[in-house]
């Protein structure tokens, strides 16, 4: 690719970058997390017998296109329930209804991804905030009102958080109202384990697609490739596929690579079908 990059130029093709997946996921989510060496779980393998099958493993789980399924199934939920269903009210008998807030977001403001919709919606009910201000006549009185308006506000937010990729991937792994609808090969052990690790801010790399797919929900995709090229695509998870997928233009990819020569079968792929049937 250093070769190719530096011929494309003259052919009018620029913006050739050469990275693996998880440098790219880490670049894109900039958060301050460690990853740890993929640890296949103690349920993929059986003590005294034969591993369970590969399909069961970890990374096969979370690499699984049923996985980024279940996960888009979430946020969409979470998000038509996100506006705290109450109305905002400043100060004793200053209320916004709940009614405008939710048309806000989900109306007017529905052309833009969900982080940066709650972005606007706050600076509007600030902007409200500030305008029933204005209508008091005492500056004593307005400071005051300023004061608890702002409280309130605070306590109000506290009822719809700022998530990030990693508070919101928790979450999802935590709250049972999800869980219940979760793939069934996502067990109990596997979230126990999952939860240990984002705790400390640690993850495997089998946790960086479903990172990178809940940055995109909530941020949406600034820029989008115009072709991908994946090398030993044989290790690579049908999620990560889908995931670029998602990001590049015309669904345009070179995938190259060799199943004979798949050194991790427990989160890569068996069968080039896995890939093939994502197009």
């Not at 096969?60 to 998000?79: A, P, Q």
């Not at 979230?191 to 479903?210: F, V, Y």
Request: net charge neutral; aromatic share 12%.
């Amino acid at each position: 690719l250093d070769y190719i990059s530096n011929v494309l130029p003259e052919l009018g093709v620029g913006g050739i970058e050469q990275t693996t997946f998880s440098e790219w996921a880490l670049n894109v989510l900039d958060e301050n997390l460690k990853i740890v060496n993929d640890q296949v779980s103690q349920d993929w393998f059986t003590v005294g017998g034969p591993p369970l099958p590969v399909d069961q493993a970890p990374g096969r789980i979370k690499g699984s296109v049923d996985f980024k399924t279940w996960m888009s199934t979430c946020m969409e939920t979470y998000i038509q329930n996100s506006v705290p269903n109450s109305d905002f009210e400043a100060a004793d008998g200053q209320k916004l209804q709940v009614e405008t807030i939710r048309n806000w977001f989900y109306q007017e403001y529905t052309h833009y991804p969900p982080a940066k919709r709650r972005v606007r919606v706050i600076n509007r009910i600030k902007r409200w905030i500030e305008i029933q201000q204005k209508d008091i006549a005492e500056t004593k009185r307005q400071k005051d009102f300023k004061k608890k308006a702002n409280q309130r506000l605070r306590t109000y937010l506290k009822k719809w958080p700022d998530y990030t990729p990693l508070t919101f991937y928790k979450m999802l792994l935590t709250e049972s109202s999800y869980l219940d609808h979760r793939p069934e090969a996502l067990t109990p052990s596997l979230i126990k384990t999952s939860l240990c690790n984002l705790k400390h801010n640690t993850i495997t790399r089998n946790d960086l697609a479903p990172l990178i797919h809940i940055h995109n929900f909530f941020n949406g995709i600034e820029g989008k490739f115009h072709h991908v090229v994946i090398d030993e695509a044989q290790d690579t998870s049908p999620f990560q596929i889908a995931l670029l997928k998602d990001m590049t233009l015309s669904h345009s990819f070179t995938i190259l690579g060799d199943l004979s020569q798949g050194i991790h079968d427990y989160k890569g792929i068996l069968r080039w079908e896995e890939f093939s049937q994502l197009f």
